[in-house]
């Protein structure tokens, strides 16, 4: 056991049949390369990967086919050379069934990969190695595969006590860290060497369950061949969820970590330690976060862990580990905390730890849910220090602000209430719906609010304009009238004779003259050898021309 070092306890949690042994009897295998990859883009916390590659590109193992969409993600890689067929959405494993943007590569077969510089972490930059290992696609294998770069990040701007290797695996059937730990030791106390070089932590523990002794044994041979100075292996007493990075730094600091508050705040940070290996065989070997390792066990007559590339169909791993004719469900993850597949289509991605196949004699179907009788059981064992039943009584009554309120999002899922409740009710399901529920509206809510924005600027926009053309029309009314004023003021100063130089009057001028002089030519003149009384009628018809011309000029009638 450990020698002087004091461990703690945490509140709450069970102790189901941990159904372990039966997939450690058989060393890791390799899976074949199955006929088609379909490699999720988004496979960590964050963003997704814009894909770099389109159909017909040739790729090999290890190359980069997706880039990490800002600094809260990580990029993903080919597992195999081949052909890409389709970047395209797929279906993929989640309790949805609904499809998420993939890259769908035929393998050639020959699994060639691509030349990779090593990395010479020691003399880089820290920016350098964060910004290594999220193009190496590295994320927690533990379950919530957040980028690893920013976990990394913490040691430099916060003083770090404590870096904590989970190697505490706490839920039944899952052994695919016990199996990493055993085969494949020096490679986590490499990765965890070069953590505790880049945090600078005061110690580095590995914790570790007390039922998985050899892979305790194998552990600690390893951190004394690496002679790294501060590392401990520390056996934890099987609870589970001691393995909740909240719990296993509890148990081996004595350090709680409140509500709203983050593991960094105390100068700790936990690592799973198939995370830290994933940062030994990149930085040491060039070799992106391609497969991983997955128990395979339940109802399947040869349970065992899985080396698998991602992407592989999990069909195919049912199938060799075969998977007994009265399955009738598929689980990914363990029996507390995992979900119903709904396709065996979908891909192996890097949170797949665990993969069971159910049968009505190894999971039961639960029988019917009764009325909560308020017997406490439920808030015993939340190792949160929740109050599961209000919880659920608030979700049950869509007052997610009561759940809210309650720490909602405190609750880790881990199904220890559910586990204990007299009346069987689906607690967990609840505490999910309304989580679900609430992200919904959440995302209504800053759709509605991005919208009422784009509303808002538009309307800014279109008074903004409409003040703009307001104002050039009043200058250009303004210029207009100055320019007349300017004209009638330069028109009272101009010559008598200047009109004349103006074509257009000389023009008008030319055209009446000569109106003048037609009429004038048309006037009778006294014409020799005419009578006195023709002369006299000429006389009175002149006289009455010049009448009505005038009575047309004045437009007056003469008096009779
Ligand atoms: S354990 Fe079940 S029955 Fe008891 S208080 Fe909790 S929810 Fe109610
Ligand atoms: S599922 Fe949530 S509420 Fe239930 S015991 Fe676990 S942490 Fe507590």
Known sequence: MN???????????????????????????????????????????????????????????????????GNVSAAVHAPTSGTVLAVEPR??????????????????GLDTACERDPF???????????????????????????????????????????????????????TCDDMLMRERATGIVRGAAIMGELMQPREVLIGIEDNK??????????????????MEVVVVPTRYPAGGAKQLIRVLTGIEVPHGTRSTDFGVQCFNTGTAYAIWQALEQGMPLISRIVTVAGNVARPRNFEVRIGTPLAQLFEAAQALPDTERYIMGGPMMGFRLPDLAAPVQKATNCLLAGSP??????????????????????PADLQPFELYWFARAHNYGKAQEYSLFDCIECGCCSYVCPSRIPLVDYYRYAKSEIWARERDKA??????????ARLARAERDKLEKAAKLAAKTAAGRQKAEQA??????????????????????????????????????????LSA?????????????????????????PPE
């Open 3 to 69: 020698a002087l070092r004091k461990l703690f306890g945490f509140h709450g949690g069970v102790k189901p049949a941990p159904n372990k042994d039966l997939s450690t009897r058989e060393p890791i295998a390799q899976i074949a390369l199955p006929e088609r990859f379909v490699v999720p883009l988004h496979q960590s916390v964050g963003g997704t990967p814009r894909p770099l590659v389109a159909p017909g590109a040739q790729v090999q193992k290890g190359q980069r086919i997706g880039a990490a969409d």
């Open 91 to 108: 279906i993929m494993a989640h309790p949805s069934g609904l499809a998420g943007p993939a890259v769908v590569i035929a393998p050639d």
């Open 120 to 174: 010479l972490w020691r003399s880089a930059k820290p920016d350098e190695v964060r910004d290594f290992l999220r193009d190496a696609g590295v994320v927690g294998l533990g379950g919530a595969v957040f980028p690893s770069h920013l976990k990394l990040r913490a040691g430099r701007e916060h003083p770090m006590q404590t870096l904590v290797i989970n190697g505490a695996e706490c839920e039944p059937f899952i």
């Open 213 to 230: 002794p050899q892979a305790v044994a194998a552990m600690r041979a390893a951190v004394q061949a690496a002679g790294v100075r501060g």
């Open 361 to 382: 004699a190894l999971f039961p179907p639960p029988p019917p849910e009764m009325p909560c009788i308020r017997c406490g059981d439920c808030a015993k064992v939340c």
């Open 447 to 456: 759709s509605a609010d991005g919208a009422r924005t784009r509303y808002e």
């Open 488 to 529: 009638m003021a330069g028109g009272a100063a101009a010559a008598p004779g200047e009109a004349a130089a103006d074509p257009k009057k000389a023009l008008i001028e030319a055209a009446m003259e000569r109106a003048r002089a037609q009429r004038e030519a048309a006037q009778p003149k006294n014409v020799e050898g």
């Open 533 to 557: 009384a023709q002369q006299a009628e000429i006389s009175k018809a002149e006289a009455r021309r010049e009448l009505a011309r005038q009575m047309a000029d004045n437009k007056e009638v």
